[in-house]
């Protein structure tokens, strides 16, 4: 099982205040960590919505909205993906970050394509998209 592990922002993230020498060498351990576990996939932290755009879609149209936006709480600071058995495992490690007060983590499942039956997900397509997937993990560890 795949989840996302979502670091929410807070009104420092979105200021555009890094992390401390400390939490940055903790964030480090905690990643090693996971690596060697082999459960990491794959994780990076965001610079904030001042920095970033929504694209909406409604009525045929798509509309480019610049940030920042409001509500830190509602945003996302960072991310990890990783691959466990279970959603209390993905708990269990999001629950070892190093972070402190008012931190918040959000853990969420990736859908999978077993999830969806075959009427909405042909095994056909199911096989192109673990193709692609397949080939995009090669690129990644090409040097």
Not at 46 to 63: C, D, E, I, Q, W
Request: aromatic share 6%.
């Amino acid at each position: 099982m795949r989840f996302m592990m979502q670091v929410r922002a807070n009104k420092s993230s979105e200021a555009g205040v890094l992390p401390t020498k400390e939490l940055i060498a903790a964030m480090g351990r905690f990643n090693e960590e996971m690596a060697q576990a082999g459960v990491l996939l794959g994780g990076e932290g965001l610079h904030p919505s001042s920095k970033g755009a929504r694209v909406s879609f409604a009525g045929g149209k798509r509309t480019v909205t610049a940030g920042p936006f409001a509500e830190p709480s509602e945003l996302i600071a960072g991310f990890w993906l990783i691959q466990v058995k279970s959603k209390e495992e993905a708990i269990e490690w999001a629950s070892r970050c190093p972070f402190s007060e008012g931190e918040v983590i959000e853990i969420r499942q990736v859908i999978e394509a077993s999830d969806f039956p075959p009427e909405v997900f042909p095994p056909e397509d199911a096989a192109r998209e673990q193709a692609l997937r397949e080939d995009l993990q090669k690129r990644a560890t090409r040097p």
